[in-house]
């Protein structure tokens, strides 16, 4: 789907109809999204604009900020370059307003759409450990399976930033194969074969992280099991 442009709310025609038409525009392509239960990017994107307009609302200096700005004086002895703001319109301004809030809400409906399909998806995955758990769990691998019997195998490394408020956890994942995994053989051989091919992990943290249904792969199904396994690794 088209993406809606970081600097959509000032890039432009300034006209609350004609901004109205263009979200209006951009949430039909992400319910269609949504329908086919593809969540991302468009999760992260929806984030990212409604976090920006709720900055926006904190006053209007921030929305002047995002405006260009024309030279208006070269000083050489100081080496300074002195600017005017172009946006001194109150009817503009006000016009910038109106499409804030007539936005806001929008987003934030539209995100609740998003989360309820997101946790419906995670009710339906399981992660399970694949044989006995090392001390070091910070890297290893998963397997991803669906519905089909489809398996891709994922080798997992988490990564810490920190702030000054919290800590968050992340992770890095590289694919290693796709198979499918015959009648016969186990998770335990799987992970066997992983530690003959793969010297450097020779005791390797292994999981399975199963969906009971089947979801599109890359925008929802892998993402979300990231996710789970940062969440499991983190509170076991």
């Not at 956890?169 to 091919?197: M, Q, S, V």
């Amino acid at each position: 789907m088209e993406k809606l442009n970081s600097d959509w709310l000032t890039d432009g025609l300034i006209d609350f109809e004609y901004k109205k038409y263009t979200l209006l525009a951009y949430f039909q392509e992400v319910r269609k999204s949504f329908n086919k239960v593809e969540l991302y990017p468009v999760l992260n994107e929806l984030i990212q604009h409604y976090d920006n307009l709720n900055k926006l609302k904190e006053g209007k200096d921030s929305i002047e900020s995002r405006f260009p700005k024309e030279v208006n004086g070269l000083d050489m002895t100081k080496l300074k370059i002195f600017y005017k703001q172009m946006l001194h319109d109150d009817e503009i301004m006000k016009e910038l307003e109106d499409i804030v809030e007539y936005a806001l809400p929008m987003f934030k409906g539209t995100l609740e759409e998003g989360k309820e399909i997101y946790e419906f998806v995670e009710t339906q995955c399981e992660v399970t450990p694949i044989g006995l758990l090392p001390l070091y769990t910070d890297e290893g691998y998963f397997f991803l399976g669906n519905a089909t019997g489809e398996l891709t195998i994922h080798r997992y490394q988490m990564m810490k930033f920190e702030s000054p408020a919290q800590t968050y956890r992340g992770i890095n994942t590289t694919l290693i194969d796709r198979i499918n995994k015959g009648i016969g053989e186990t998770f335990e051989n799987l992970k066997l074969n992983l530690i003959r091919k793969f010297a450097d992990l020779p005791n390797p943290a292994t999981y399975l992280i199963q969906s009971k249904m089947m979801f599109p792969y890359q925008p929802t199904l892998v993402p979300i099991a990231k996710r789970l396994l940062i969440k499991h690794i983190s509170t076991t």
